[in-house]
């Protein structure tokens, strides 16, 4: 399975959609509070005895914060970024969400968000 994160991983980072770019530009080396993110990163859990993964879009380890910037596949995908915010929940972590044109047009208010989240 490892082997198949890493992959997805790389080939995530390197098709980035252009507000995930702008978010990482954002967030990256500690920009924000000096809290570091993780970009692309796995969130491995167990269900029914097998091991599976979400990747996640960013991750805060210190703050247990993942940051998913939605496009347009998330409105046909709704139960489905449910039921991953609910297993997410679970393992004891939080999920903010914010849609690619937030990240494209309102930066501050999705900064200012993120700084309360983190504050949570």
Do not use: S
């Not at 972590?93 to 504050?119: A, G």
Request: glycine letters at 4%; proline letters at 2%.
């Amino acid at each position: 399975m490892t082997e198949l994160i890493t992959k997805t991983i790389r080939f995530l980072r390197r098709n980035a959609t252009p507000a995930e770019e702008k978010f990482w530009q954002i967030v990256r080396q500690r920009k924000i509070d000096g809290i570091r993110f993780y970009r692309q990163h796995p969130i491995e859990f167990e269900m029914n005895g097998c091991k599976r993964f979400f990747i996640a879009d960013f991750y805060c380890k210190q703050r247990k914060l993942i940051v998913e910037i939605d496009g347009g596949i998330h409105e046909r995908q709704q139960e489905y970024d449910i039921y991953r915010t609910f297993i997410i929940e679970q393992l004891g972590m939080r999920v903010v969400r914010f849609t690619n044109d937030e990240v494209r047009f309102e930066i501050k208010n999705v900064v200012d968000r993120l700084k309360e989240n983190l504050t949570l």
